[in-house]
């Protein structure tokens, strides 16, 4: 069964301390795997898009990885405004998208 | 205007209501979504139109009954709800349906069902 788990549920840190997000998947031939960011009252926003294992993308203090197996979202030194909830999807070889529960990180000044 | 606007932000109806929220792309794209959010839980697709013919059904209650106008336009109509479908309802596009373009979401329809 398709199936997509982001780790930690929820993350609280310092401005400035750098850290990973985790997005495992499991899907019958990944198309593409997608990481989303949402900030209360918006809907989510598109970061970046991974296709194939070993692929890196950045965005400013984001850096998205991909492995067989899971992504990283990598923040460094992270600001306050980088405080929303992070989301992963996956797309299966059946076009079908799967969403991650999201992770709600909060970085604090 | 650009990107995916979605009507009304929020809106709280009753059980015996009936009513409908909007959406509208502006980007030229030739898939939408509507995907249901509710706290704590993964996106739930609803259903997917590509070039205004419904492809996806995701076994819906007919309480939801989508209507695609035009590639530009995208309506869920609502009636006699249950509390239970209090959510943010998510209006989403896509270059195309099956390819890998990512989605462009709007800011969503606050609903709550009393």
């Known amino acids: 069964e398709d199936q997509v788990t982001q780790s930690p549920e929820a993350l609280r840190l310092q401005e400035g301390e750098s850290s990973s997000l985790n997005c495992s998947y499991t899907?019958?031939?990944?198309?593409?795997l997608f990481w989303y960011r949402q900030d209360p009252g918006k809907g989510p926003e598109f970061l970046f898009t991974?296709?194939?294992a070993g692929e890196e993308k950045e965005k400013e203090r984001l850096k998205a990885t991909l492995t067989k197996k899971e992504s990283f979202l990598h923040i460094t030194a992270p600001k306050p405004e980088d405080s929303a909830t992070y989301l992963c999807?996956?797309?299966?070889?059946?076009?079908?998208?799967?969403f991650g529960s999201g992770t709600r990180l909060s970085i604090r000044p | 205007e650009t990107g995916v606007t979605q009507t009304p932000r929020h809106l709280v109806m009753g059980m015996t209501n009936k009513k409908s929220l909007k959406c509208e792309q502006h980007?030229?794209?030739?898939?939408m979504y509507w995907y249901k959010q509710s706290a704590k839980k993964p996106l739930e697709l609803m259903f997917v139109?590509?070039?205004?013919?419904?492809?996806e059904n995701n076994s819906v209650p007919s309480r939801f009954s989508p209507e695609c106008p035009n590639s530009s336009h995208l309506f869920l109509h609502l009636h006699t709800l249950q509390p239970e479908d209090s959510a943010l309802y998510l209006c989403?596009?896509?270059?195309?349906?099956?390819?890998?373009?990512?989605?462009?979401f709007g800011n969503g329809t606050r609903l709550t069902v009393t």
């Open positions: 989403a596009s896509s270059q195309e349906e099956g390819g890998n373009s990512p989605l462009h």
């Open positions: 899907v019958s031939g990944l198309r593409g």
């Open positions: 991974l296709y194939s």
């Open positions: 999807a996956v797309k299966s070889s059946a076009s079908k998208i799967i």
């Open positions: 980007l030229g794209h030739n898939a």
């Open positions: 139109y590509s070039l205004e013919e419904r492809v």
